[in-house]
């Protein structure tokens, strides 16, 4: 895709195990394109100057763990049509690898992330934005199943997380950043109905040229 070509930059946002990424691969198989992704998760700062015990008793809840000048630097390159070497972020040693993911410029670039409608900046390049809202029950035994079985955590440090940053920092950002989402979705990419709306939205918004 060239420059010149008009970019739809759709925001997915949520709470920890909301459903973000079943969202996002539900409008992976049914939009045109296909779509580039871009994930917010993989542009933590990069911390090699911390030991593992001290990465690991930092706050990635927080809006400031985040490189979010190099996260708005990519999206800007990407809405002109350019490709950009997004960073991979390893969880396994809570740093960034040495690994980068080529993403490709798409007529559709979905940015997915827990915070991405709580940076203005972020926000201000979203063309259509849509919060996946899901009870506090469901998104916390997600993330247990999620911590624990396929990224070999203790039940004790999930918890310990949980309660320590996860819950405050959804509380401080997550909740109030819900206010700049355009549509709010119950299940995310289960939600037909929904689905069905936000694929028109996109549709609509790529004929009159995203504006």
Same mark, same amino acid.
């Given at each position: 895709? =060239?420059?010149? #070509? !008009?970019t739809? *930059?759709?925001g997915?946002?949520g709470?920890?195990? $909301?459903g973000? @990424? %079943?969202?996002?691969?539900?409008?992976?198989?049914?939009?045109e394109g296909?779509?580039?992704?871009?994930?917010?998760?993989?542009?933590?700062?990069?911390?090699?100057?911390?030991?593992?015990?001290?990465r690991?008793?930092?706050?990635?809840?927080?809006?400031?763990?985040?490189?979010?000048?190099?996260?708005?630097?990519h999206?800007?390159?990407?809405?002109? =049509?350019a490709? #950009? !070497?997004s960073? *991979?972020?390893?969880?396994?040693?809570?740093?960034? $690898?040495?690994? @980068? %993911?080529?993403?490709e410029?798409?007529?559709?670039?979905?940015?997915?992330?827990?915070?991405i409608?709580?940076?203005?900046?972020?926000?201000?390049?979203?063309d259509?934005?849509?919060f996946?809202?899901?009870?506090?029950?469901?998104?916390?035994?997600?993330?247990i199943?999620?911590?624990?079985?396929?990224?070999?955590?203790?039940?004790?440090?999930?918890?310990?997380?949980?309660?320590?940053?996860?819950k405050?920092?959804?509380e401080?950002y997550v909740?109030?950043?819900?206010?700049?989402?355009?549509?709010?979705?119950?299940?995310?990419?289960?939600?037909?109905v929904?689905?069905?709306?936000?694929?028109?939205?996109?549709?609509?918004?790529?004929?009159?040229?995203?504006?």
């Amino acid at each position: 895709m =060239g420059a010149g #070509v !008009e970019t739809l *930059v759709v925001g997915v946002a949520g709470g920890t195990g $909301s459903g973000k @990424t %079943t969202l996002t691969r539900a409008l992976l198989e049914r939009c045109e394109g296909p779509p580039s992704v871009l994930y917010h998760d993989n542009y933590y700062h990069r911390q090699d100057e911390l030991t593992y015990a001290e990465r690991e008793k930092v706050n990635y809840d927080d809006l400031d763990a985040f490189d979010n000048d190099l996260f708005v630097e990519h999206l800007r390159t990407l809405r002109t =049509g350019a490709a #950009v !070497e997004s960073p *991979v972020y390893d969880f396994s040693i809570h740093n960034r $690898s040495d690994e @980068t %993911t080529t993403v490709e410029p798409a007529s559709v670039v979905i940015v997915e992330g827990i915070l991405i409608f709580a940076e203005p900046r972020i926000c201000a390049l979203l063309d259509i934005k849509l919060f996946v809202d899901t009870d506090a029950d469901v998104r916390l035994l997600r993330r247990i199943k999620r911590d624990v079985v396929d990224r070999g955590r203790t039940l004790q440090s999930v918890e310990e997380q949980y309660l320590g940053t996860v819950k405050p920092m959804h509380e401080l950002y997550v909740e109030p950043s819900k206010r700049n989402a355009d549509i709010i979705i119950p299940e995310g990419g289960h939600n037909i109905v929904a689905m069905d709306m936000i694929l028109g939205h996109i549709r609509a918004g790529m004929s009159s040229g995203n504006r």
